[in-house]
């Protein structure tokens, strides 16, 4: 595949994802609505360390959630541009803000999740599959079963980190 690479929007960040990702989400929950000002948020699901950082640093804004568990954004420490999330302390994935990297419509969303505080007006199923399934994304209310969507390569990935 084509390496790709993203950028924040001041330009001191720079960085390359070094394969695909394991796994897209589209969220539509309200905790990312309010941290990207928009309807949804697209994340690519991603081992930490094929995000390879070419230029700049980031800086980890904990934010609050629901649950209790960790969520840290990490920001462009110059521009504040958000780039990718890690979830509840594991430091191995990062969920890599999809619309920051060049090629960012080459990633359509393998599911969509907590479709229950979708905006009204966003109509899915949304057309198109999925970037790793290849196959028309699911609409879940909230979560889903990692297990039964992941494709088999993405699953073993998961495992490879986390055991
Ligand atoms: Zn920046
Ligand atoms: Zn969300």
Redesign the pocket.
Known sequence: MTVLSG???????KFRLTSAPMFVHCCHCTDCQRQTGSAFVLNALIEAERVELLQ?ATRGYPQPTDSGRPHVIQ???????ALWSNYGGREQVRFVRIGTLNEAGTLPPDVHIYTRSKQPWVKLPGGGVGATTGKPAPVCEEYYEIAKLWPPESLARRKAIFG
């Not at 920001?75 to 541009?81: I, K, L, N, P, V």
């Open positions: 950028s924040c929007s001041c330009g001191a960040v700049g920001r462009c420490a110059d521009c504040g541009t």
